[in-house]
């Protein structure tokens, strides 16, 4: 049978005319005449039987169909685009890894130590990921992420404990009575960890201390934000003690109170089930095991 499917130059056309709602400006960036792509939306439109745009006195504009579509399309077309990527790369017969990684765990602690592994053998490519996902709807081969290490249909390896620390600008405690307390700083700017809204809390009552003001304070998405938010003076933030090496070494941050705690998550390589005995990945997996005891040792 033949497939119903849409020509890659319709879907090109189509794809950069919706992301500029302007046919002209999409003819300018696919080196066509206005004309030529106005053709093939056209003969996209007649093919699907949908309006995929609707005429207006400035332009052009999505219909509520079309913009549904034009998300798939944007999809699909840059997965066949990485697909290729991926096949020129690897023309050279270079391992690949896909490797999904939390942002400031990827540039703090896992890059810094990427070339020591199989330097010039293997080439790994990372991809940022907040949140868990299904690797079914994605590329990737492998994670790292922070969690409790149950991840549905996958395997996970305990790679590095989270053991959270304080830390502010030298400015900030300056406001602080000496010798510094846990009641003092709770009487500073907290700065909150989206993805941790009670890190805080925790981190008081390990101490003994019992803080109303625990949630208060502006809100950050990454680690690396609530870094960057510290050295700026704007609060306290409670983050990774790896993550801070450098501001800390630097003098940029300090640590006003000595108290570290473990946090209820870790960091965890994961596979998906049936992939891990996979030669390349179980590597990859024992290096970054190996690697973090010998920090932890440190």
């Given at each position: 049978?033949?497939?119903?499917?849409?020509?890659?130059?319709?879907?090109t056309?189509?794809?950069?005319?919706?992301?500029?709602?302007s046919?002209?400006?999409?003819?300018?960036?696919?080196?066509?005449?206005?004309?030529?792509?106005?053709?093939?939306?056209?003969?996209?439109?007649?093919?699907?039987?949908?309006?995929?745009?609707?005429?207006?006195?400035?332009?052009?504009?999505?219909?509520?169909?079309?913009?549904?579509?034009?998300?798939?399309?944007?999809?699909?077309?840059?997965?066949?685009?990485?697909?290729?990527?991926?096949?020129?790369a690897?023309?050279?017969?270079?391992?690949?890894?896909?490797?999904a990684?939390v942002?400031?765990?990827?540039?703090r602690?896992?890059?810094?130590?990427?070339?020591?592994?199989?330097?010039?053998?293997?080439?790994?490519?990372?991809?940022?990921?907040?949140?868990?996902?299904?690797?079914?709807?994605?590329?990737?081969?492998?994670?790292?992420?922070?969690?409790?290490?149950?991840?549905?249909?996958?395997?996970?390896?305990?790679?590095?404990?989270?053991?959270?620390?304080?830390?502010?600008?030298?400015?900030?405690?300056?406001t602080?009575?000496?010798?510094?307390?846990?009641?003092?700083?709770a009487?500073?700017?907290?700065?909150?960890?989206?993805?941790?809204?009670?890190?805080?809390?925790?981190?008081?009552?390990?101490?003994?201390?019992?803080c109303?003001?625990d949630?208060?304070?502006?809100?950050?998405?990454?680690?690396?934000?609530?870094?960057?938010?510290?050295?700026?003076?704007?609060?306290?933030?409670l983050?990774?003690?790896?993550?801070?090496?450098?501001?800390?070494?630097?003098?940029?941050?300090?640590?006003?109170?000595?108290?570290?705690?473990?946090?209820d998550?870790?960091?965890?390589?994961?596979?998906?089930?049936?992939?891990?005995?996979?030669?390349?990945?179980?590597?990859?997996?024992?290096?970054?095991?190996?690697?973090?005891?010998?920090?932890?040792?440190?």
């Open positions: 049978m033949k497939r119903r499917i849409p020509s890659t130059a319709a879907l056309a189509f794809d950069a005319s919706a992301r500029h709602e046919f002209t400006r999409a003819a300018e960036e696919l080196a066509l005449t206005q004309s030529a792509v106005c053709r093939q939306v056209a003969g996209l439109e007649t093919m699907l039987g949908v309006k995929l745009f609707r005429r207006t006195r400035r332009g052009v504009k999505l219909t509520d169909e079309g913009r549904g579509y034009a998300d798939r399309v944007a999809e699909r077309l840059d997965a066949l685009e990485r697909d290729a990527l991926e096949l020129m690897g023309a050279g017969g270079t391992p690949v890894i896909e490797l990684v942002p400031t765990f990827g540039t602690w896992l890059l810094p130590r990427l070339p020591q592994f199989m330097p010039g053998a293997v080439q790994i490519n990372l991809h940022t990921r907040t949140r868990p996902f299904l690797f079914d709807d994605t590329h990737f081969d492998a994670a790292i992420y922070a969690g409790d290490g149950h991840w549905p249909g996958c395997i996970t390896r305990k790679v590095l404990a989270e053991r959270l620390i304080a830390v502010c600008s030298p400015t900030l405690t300056a602080m009575p000496a010798p510094h307390t846990l009641a003092a700083l009487r500073l700017p907290l700065l909150q960890q989206t993805t941790r809204p009670h890190a805080w809390r925790r981190w008081f009552e390990a101490g003994g201390l019992a109303d003001g949630l208060r304070g502006p809100r950050y998405e990454q680690f690396s934000m609530s870094v960057q938010a510290a050295v700026l003076g704007l609060g306290v933030a983050v990774p003690d790896f993550m801070v090496e450098e501001e800390l070494a630097q003098g940029r941050l300090l640590q006003p109170i000595p108290q570290a705690h473990d946090s998550r870790a960091y965890y390589f994961v596979v998906p089930e049936g992939r891990e005995h996979d030669p390349l990945l179980a590597r990859f997996g024992d290096w970054l095991a190996r690697t973090a005891a010998e920090q932890q040792r440190c």
